[in-house]
Every structure is written in C-alpha cells, then in structure tokens.
C-alpha cells in the first residue's frame, strides 16, 4: 500500500490543509500520516477561528516518534501545504531528508503557498523566501498556481510561451514536474480556468469550465490528488487528468449546493469515479 505523509494545517470544522488532503488520498486507497502544523476550529476566512499554531520542534518531535515505529521506510511521499513559519518550514524540509534517508525512492510534494492574483502575497514575511530558497529546491513535484509560478520564477508571464519559460525556471530550482493550477494565459477563454501539468520538457493542459463557486481548501484537495495520480501512473499528464476532473466534480457539486465549504464528503465518489472528465492536450 503506497503511504504519504502530509504535514499541514487542520481545522476540525469545514475542509483545508489536512482536512482537505487526507480524505481523498484514503479515498484512493492510500494510508495517510497527518502531522497537523495547526490545530483550529475553522478556517480563518470565517474571521474568527479558535485553536493554536505549532512550532517546528512540535513537528519534529512527532516524525521523531514516527520514526521510531521503525516505519519510515515505508513512506512513499511527503506532502506539505501552507506553512505558519519559516521554523515549520524547517521543519518539514529535515522531514523529507530523513524520509529520503530511509527510502531513496521517497518523493516530496510541495504545494508552495505564497499568494494569489488579486491578493498578492498573503502569508508572513519571510516565507515567500524560503519556499523560492528552500523549500522548492528540495521538491520533486511542486504545485503553485499561476501567481506563485510568477514569484517563483521571477517573470511575469502572460503568454503560454512565457509560461512554460517560468516553468523551465522554476524547474531549474529543483522539482522535475510542476503543475500550475488556476492558469490565467492570453488564450484563456473568460469562460474557462486552465491547468498545466509539465515534466521532462513536456506541457500538458486541461481546461475546465470557470464555476461561479469561491471556496477554501480546492488547492489543497488537488495538490494531494495530482500526488496520488503521479504516484500511481509516474504521468504528469495523466496524474493531470485525473485530478482536474475529481476537483471539478468535487467544485460543481459545492456550486450545486451553494455550500461556503466544499463538500469533500457528500462529493466522495468524484475522487473515484469523475462524473466528467476532460481532455488532456499536450501543448
């Protein structure tokens, strides 16, 4: 059984971070170790949430206990979202060294949460630096959207070309497949969104319908998926599909509904079964 382990936020009402990634991955059939980097009643875009931050040394000393299960050997990946601090950070890159340690095959998913179009930079000083430094580098599969790519790559891209040129640079950091989620480019209808999955200089586009629904923890939900397709098939493009059509059944069911959380498990079988699926075009 392939085993990943995600380190990211938790909430115990509604779905982001862990509880946005967990479910679909066991949904797959995957064992999932969550190490949760906080502990909170909700997440903050309600404006009042109740619960507490973790330090690094508090995620170190759960790996430490993983550790000593003898089991780390048997960890396929390590997947991390948002990070609160640049010690988290720290935190989660000595985790994945110590997973390579025992299991060279281990890859590490970074989803590198900095900001968006719109609203800019959203996280605490100092951790766009040290995911751009540190943090990406040391991934295998990174998932930024398309303001992220921009930053992480230091271009401001418009074009397809100029896309896949901020791809190559951000490769070039480090990760060998980068799928860049909520792509914007110049021949993007006003009716759709795009995703571009690339690896081993090969681009592969999904365009899906623009839904009206604005709802935390998609990110994190298709981070975990594209992992888990990548994993199972060693296919950017197909891993791509996969995930494009879960997240976008998963997204039309919450817009159906005119819920304000997506509806991770009312929507389940969408991970398994899409009730729609789309073309993958390699471009």
Known sequence: MVAVLSIQSHVAYGHVGNSSAVFPLQRLGIAVWPVHTVQFSNHTGYGEWRGRVFDGPAIEEVVQGITERG??????????????SADIGHAVV????????????????CDPVIGDVGRGVFVRPGIPEFMREVAVPAADIVTPNHYELDYLSGLTTRSLESVTEAVAAVQEL???VVLTTSLDAEDTPDDAVDLLASEG??????RTPRLGVHVNGAGDAIAALFLAHWLDTGSA?????????????????????????ILLVAAQDEFVSPSRTFDVEEV
């Open 174 to 176: 480090g990760p060998r």
């Open 71 to 84: 089991v780390l050997g048997d960890c396929d990946a390590v997947l991390s979202g948002y990070l609160g």
């Open 237 to 261: 493009g197909e891993a791509l599909g996969r995930a494009a059509a879960s997240v976008y059944g998963l997204l039309k069911a919450t817009e159906d509904a005119g819920s304000r959380e």
């Open 201 to 206: 200089g090969r681009h592969y586009r999904v």
């Open 94 to 109: 000595q985790t994945v060294q110590r997973v390579r340690a025992a299991n060279p095959a281990a890859v590490y998913c």
